[in-house]
């Protein structure tokens, strides 16, 4: 498959066997949406969706570029067990201000504002000028825990990194930050045994979230359920195995796959996939049977999907998520990350509107791009 757009098709060619354990997870749907162009307005669309080369000149003759526009190809996507769902056309990548990034330009203008963000930095000195859990600290050796002063539940810790850019990590500090923060889950559920359903999550710098640039992730054990997101998706689970008889995950995998939009590193456990109905863009989902803190091959594939991210995707701002069982049950499903783009800090626009409030997510990026990067990198 060479793009998203080309998904319903993909998946009408597939072995009956596969195309039923697709069709078992998800609903496709392609359609044309039609429009008409002024001559009034063309020059000015040339210049907005030309394909353009390195000189910023058109090479693209304004009969193609009207052709692309007048018929555009939307694929629409449904996760029946979850209800998530997306939207996907390859034209507005490069619509007014979503052209594809300068990845030096981004990068000098966030590393800017990183070095500035050091004046005043109270998390570059966590033990003086942050609060901390009523049980202490967890040290590590790249990082150490906080108590968050203004906090999204009654357990809600802050794992600060030593380091105050959070673009800038090696392997063996990520896998302490993943470490500690499940030390931090294990004393948390000590001090309270009612606390019981562990979420990691690192919002990296503003877009995402982040209300402090110096690299910190958020760790939250919630009371009597897992968070609502994470409670869909446990329902989720349970309903597939009743309703079809297999292994939710087995085959959301074995979907992916089908259609070229997954990898399983060679010598690893872990399996990885570029979701069909993503949240935002870009979004990759890592799934463990085994604690990510004690598994190596998670962590290394939570590195490589981040640096490629960074290094090669140009990515700065983005979510990372571990939604994983209760803390004491039974081991009812796999760890699961999920690291999603959440665009450029160049940009004032939000990359999160009423469609994606209310209605289905509008993703711009190709899957099919992300996959072949992720491939090159791992």
Known sequence: MQSI?????????????????????????????????????????????????????????????LKRLCTQKIVRTFNRRTREGALFNGLRATRPGMRGQ??????????????????????????????????????????????????????HGMLIFNRHNPLEFSREELSDYIEVGFKWFEKARKANKEFEYPFFMWNCLGKAGASQV??????????????????????????????????????????????????????????????????????????????????????????????????????TCFNLTVSMPALRASKSHPHVVRVVDRGSMLKATSDVAGMELYASNVIASDPCRVIEALKECF
């Open 102 to 155: 300068d990845i030096a330009i981004e990068k000098g203008f966030v590393y800017k504002h990183i070095k500035e963000a050091l004046k005043n930095c109270d998390l570059c000195e966590p033990e003086k000028l942050t609060s901390e859990d009523t049980f202490g600290r967890v040290l590590g050796k790249h990082c150490t825990t906080g108590a968050n002063i203004a906090k999204y539940d009654a357990a």
């Open 214 to 315: 110096h690299g910190h992730a958020h760790l939250l054990v919630g009371k009597g359920m897992h968070y609502a997101k994470v409670e869909v998706l446990r329902e989720a689970i349970q309903e597939y195995k009743q309703k079809e008889g297999g292994n939710y995950f087995d085959d959301l995998f074995g979907a992916h796959e089908s259609v070229e939009l997954a990898l399983a590193p060679k010598n690893s456990n872990v399996r990885i996939l570029v979701y069909v109905t993503p949240t935002k863009e870009k979004e990759t989902v890592i799934i463990s049977p085994k604690p990510v803190a004690e598994s190596d091959d998670a962590k290394k594939a939570i590195f490589k999907t981040l640096r490629c991210f960074i290094d090669n995707l140009g990515v």
């Open 5 to 65: 757009i080309e998904l319903e098709e993909e998946v009408n060619k597939l072995p009956p066997k596969e195309k039923r354990r697709f069709k078992a997870i998800f609903d496709v749907s392609t359609s044309e949406g039609k429009l008409k162009i002024p001559d009034s307005f063309r020059q000015k669309v040339l210049q907005y969706f030309g394909k353009k080369n390195e000189n910023e000149q058109i090479i693209e003759a304004e009969k193609q570029v």
